[in-house]
């Protein structure tokens, strides 16, 4: 199965599927900034970005560790004001 390559600008929805980390109301919308190019665990990877409110505000800065086939594709590119 072929996977959709992750670029800066995109969001994604990291919940537990992803990482057991972001279960529940650790669930987070994240919009990815950097997608660390090293090799980790297999399918496993390294993302930073912003944590998104529900206004796809960006609220704090952090670096994820996360399984690609669990996350969820989001709303991409920013809102019109």
Same mark, same amino acid.
């Given at each position: 199965?072929? &996977?959709?390559? =992750? /670029? +800066?600008?995109?969001? *994604?929805? *990291?919940? +537990?599927?992803?990482?057991? &980390? %972001?279960?529940?109301?650790?669930? =987070? !919308? %994240? $919009?990815?900034? /950097?997608?660390? +190019?090293?090799? !980790?665990?297999?399918?496993?990877?390294? =993302?930073?970005?912003? *944590?998104?409110?529900?206004?796809?505000?960006? =609220?704090? $800065?952090? /670096?994820? %560790?996360?399984?690609? *086939?669990?996350?969820? $594709?989001? &709303?991409?590119?920013?809102?019109?004001?």
């Amino acid at each position: 199965m072929s &996977q959709v390559m =992750l /670029r +800066p600008g995109d969001v *994604v929805h *990291v919940g +537990p599927e992803a990482s057991v &980390q %972001f279960s529940g109301d650790r669930a =987070l !919308t %994240f $919009r990815i900034i /950097r997608v660390d +190019p090293r090799a !980790t665990y297999d399918g496993w990877i390294w =993302l930073e970005g912003y *944590v998104l409110d529900a206004t796809g505000t960006a =609220l704090q $800065r952090r /670096r994820i %560790f996360v399984r690609e *086939v669990g996350l969820r $594709r989001g &709303q991409s590119g920013a809102g019109n004001s």
